[in-house]
Each structure stands twice: as structure tokens, then as C-alpha cells.
């Protein structure tokens, strides 16, 4: 296993790092310093292909002209924070809004916009490297200057994982994810159509027009929203259910059944035999498929389309902050956060 390092672009005349963690199975996972961002994983497939399974670039450039979040860590507080107003112990805060009338992915500039400092890291049994960020008093509306790190690492299980831990010094907001988008195909040209999804909810989070939750958790028997058992994604593309019509596919927040044994979701691709795992601290996954993305965006010297990968957020559930039952993301003065997600590969 190692971790090397190189020099991967300019911005605001700072260097901008990317790592390289390999292990000794031919996996690659980088990350650079700018967002605290994934930028590559690279897993073989059943034929012993090694290809890259994630939307990224090897150019930094492609990262200041996407608004995708392509694999960036997001926060203060991942999803949308209706009306960007809150309040804590009684005082009220006002979030600047960019999305809408509502604040999405911690607001405008947000970590995934922002250098971190970088501290690669040798252990016995994983390569990894540290991201650190000082997150001021104010920033974008939220109170506390909060301490944050990102811990990216890989093992020799082929298992990739992220750790956050965060302190504050006033009562603030905290629900932080990685926004990595998989494809599993390796096929910068094939859809995640062909892919299969399990997750261990039985309850999604239904949302308004404007991707804000309503609050109201759905039972997924008899919807398209049902991945207790594997099913294809596209049996929501293709259908006529409101609540994937709304945003043609899936961008909504499962809420996990943390009901023991096994792993929160499955992701695979048949084809290639390539699958995912995913377990996490949090009590949620959101599940977007890339609705949005279009041909005005390029990564990699490939044009984007709408369902070209798939994110599996590993959060809190989005708006918890509004609505009973979704889960606490206040981070208090003398609490340490801490949070965990980690992503297995495998081949089925
Ligand atoms: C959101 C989408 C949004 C995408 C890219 C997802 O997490 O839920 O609505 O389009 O991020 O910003």
C-alpha cells in the first residue's frame, strides 16, 4: 500500500494536491485538497480490468466549471435547509439561499469550494490522508467557528473510508456527506440503467417541488421506491410514480432501518460484476441519479447526461433541523463529532 502525491492545479495561487491511495489489490482511490474531494476510484472489474467507477477528472480546470459536487465533501449541512432559517435556543439565523428560495449543500462557496489543509497518513493496514478546515463564525449565515477534518482512507479490504470529526465553540449546525457520483460500468458512455440497488430502508423522505422534504416518510411496499430486495434503478426512471416524475429519477433521502446485521445499501453492475457496499453511522442515504446532469457540463472530456452515475449520500436526513423524527444535527460547544461511512468494493 502507498500514498504519493502530485501537483494537480492552481487556485487563488495556492497549489492544489491530489493523492493517489493504493492498495496492493489494484485500487486506486484519489483525493484532492481543493473540497476535500474524490477525484478517482479506480476498481477492476470480473475481467480484471482496473477503470475508473466514480465521475471525476484528471484535470483540475473541470472542477471550476461543474456545480455537480462530483465526489466533494459538502457541507456545513448537506440538502436543503428550507428557507435557509433556522433557530437554535431561541436565536433565528438567515442562510443566504442558492437554490431557489431554500439553501442547498451549506450555501454558496461552501466546503466544497474551499482549500483544506492535507496531512497524508502510512499504517499498517490503510493509506490515507487527513483534510483539515477552519470554518468561521458566520460562514454562510451558520454560527460557531467550527474545526473540521476529513478522514479519507483505503485498506487492503478494498474498503474505503471516510471519517469526519468536527468541534464548535457556539451551538451550530452539522450534517456533512460526500457527494460521490458511481459508476460502476466503468463506461464513461453507459447510464446507471443497468444498475442494481439494495438498501436497507423501508421508509423514503417525500419531498416538494422544490426538493425540500415534506416531512412525511413514505413506505416503500408497492412504490418504486422499493430496494429492500435488489431492483433496477431505472424502475424509476421509467415510471409514472409522482415522486420520481417530480425530478426524473431519484434525489430523495432513505431512512435507514438500522435494523442490525448487514450493510445500509448495495450498489452493483452486473456486467462489469463490480458492487459497493455501504455502511454508515448516519440515519439516512440520499439517492440521487444524476437528473441534472447535461452535456453543459464535461468532466474527463466527457460530456455529461442525466443518470451517468448515482450518488449514495451517507447523512443525516436533509431539513432534519425542521422536521420531528428526522434526526439531531445540532453540534454543541464541547461535543466532538464524529461520523463514519465506509464503501466496500467487491465483485460479484
Ligand atoms: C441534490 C440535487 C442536486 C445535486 C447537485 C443533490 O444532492 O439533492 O437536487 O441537483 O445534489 O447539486
Known amino acids: 500500500m502507498e500514498v504519493s502525491k502530485i501537483e494537480f492545479g492552481l487556485f ?13 489489490n489494484r485500487m486506486k482511490l484519489k483525493v484532492m485538497n481543493y473540497g476535500a474531494t474524490l477525484t478517482n476510484i479506480e476498481a477492476p472489474d470480473k475481467q480484471g480490468n482496473t477503470t475508473r467507477v466514480v465521475i471525476g477528472s484528471d484535470h483540475f480546470h473541470d472542477y471550476l466549471q461543474e456545480d455537480a459536487y462530483f465526489g466533494a465533501t459538502v457541507g456545513r449541512v448537506a440538502g436543503r435547509i428550507t428557507a435557509g432559517r433556522f433557530s437554535i435556543d431561541g436565536t433565528n439565523y438567515q442562510l443566504p439561499l442558492n437554490d431557489g428560495k431554500n439553501t442547498n449543500h451549506g450555501g454558496p462557496d461552501s466546503f466544497e469550494h474551499l482549500i483544506w489543509d492535507s496531512h497524508p497518513f502510512s499504517k499498517a493496514d490503510q493509506v490515507g ?22 478522514f479519507y482512507s483505503l485498506n487492503q479490504k478494498n474498503e474505503w473510508h471516510l471519517h469526519y470529526e ?10 456533512p456527506t ?20 439494495k438498501l436497507a430502508s423501508h421508509r423514503f423522505g417525500e419531498i416538494k417541488k422544490d426538493g425540500t422534504p415534506t416531512g412525511r416518510l413514505i413506505d416503500v411496499a408497492d412504490t418504486p421506491f422499493d430496494f429492500t430486495k435488489s431492483a433496477a434503478l431505472k424502475q424509476g426512471f421509467d415510471s409514472d410514480y409522482p415522486q420520481n416524475k417530480l425530478v426524473n429519477g431519484y434525489d430523495h433521502p432513505f431512512f435507514l432501518d438500522k435494523s442490525g446485521e448487514g450493510p445500509d445499501a448495495v450498489l452493483e453492475e452486473p456486467l462489469s460484476g463490480r458492487q459497493v457496499s455501504m455502511t454508515t453511522t448516519n440515519n439516512a442515504v440520499v439517492v440521487y441519479s444524476g437528473n441534472a446532469l447535461s452535456s453543459q457540463i464535461v468532466m474527463d472530456g466527457k460530456p455529461m447526461k442525466a443518470h451517468l452515475g448515482m450518488t449514495l449520500e ?32 467487491d465483485l460479484i
Not at 490522508?129 to 460562514?139: A, I
Not at 468536527?166 to 450534517?175: E, I, M, S, V
Not at 428526522?326 to 461511512?341: C, H, M, Q, S
Request: proline share 6%; hydrophobic share 35%.
Open 129 to 150: 490522508v487527513r483534510f483539515d478546515l477552519f470554518s468561521p463564525n458566520g460562514t454562510n449565515g451558520f454560527p460557531g467557528n467550527l474545526n473540521i477534518s476529513v
Open 12 to 24: 487563488h495561487n495556492q497549489t492544489i494536491w491530489q493523492y493517489t491511495l493504493t492498495n496492493d
Open 178 to 197: 460526500n457527494h460521490v457520483y458511481f459508476n460502476l460500468a466503468g463506461d464513461p458512455d453507459r447510464t446507471v440503467d443497468s444498475h442494481l440497488l
Open 314 to 345: 451517507a447523512q443525516m436526513m436533509p431539513d432534519a433541523i425542521h422536521h420531528e423524527g428526522f434526526g439531531n444535527i445540532i453540534l454543541r460547544p464541547g461535543v466532538k463529532y464524529e461520523a463514519d461511512t465506509v464503501y466496500r468494493f
Open 166 to 175: 468536527a468541534t464548535t465553540d457556539k451551538p451550530t449546525l452539522l450534517n
